[in-house]
């Protein structure tokens, strides 16, 4: 069973920085894809960024510039940089992590962006 453990979110103000950390109870390369997606209230869930076991990365275009994804393999973690935050970044974050043959999902960090 894999479990993906996120961290760092929070309270921060408009123009702050946060950044994310998703924990891999297992190699991050031996998955696909690992990534974050993020779910606002009354919204569906989207794509924020992913990076792939070859290190290429793929941002979804609003947040192309402000947000960076990256990761340490040796600490099987992933991480969000989050940048310029908006009050609508405020949003659930949750990290994922593909294989050919399954989808793991985190628990969710709740980032609050306020005005």
């Known amino acids: 069973q894999v479990q993906l453990v996120e961290s760092g979110g929070g309270l921060v103000q408009a123009g702050g920085s946060l950044r994310l950390s998703c924990a891999a109870s297992r190699r991050i390369l031996t998955f696909n894809t690992v990534g974050w997606y993020r779910q606002a209230p009354g919204k569906q869930r989207e794509l924020v960024a992913t990076?792939?076991?070859?290190?290429?990365?793929n941002y979804a275009d609003s947040l192309k510039g402000r947000f960076t994804i990256s990761r340490d393999n040796a600490k099987n973690t992933v991480y969000l940089q989050m940048n310029s935050l908006k009050p609508e970044d405020t949003a659930v974050y949750y990290c994922n992590a593909m294989t050919v043959f399954y989808n793991y999902w985190g628990q969710g960090t709740q980032v609050t962006v306020s005005s």
């Open positions: 990076i792939t076991s070859s290190g290429s990365t």
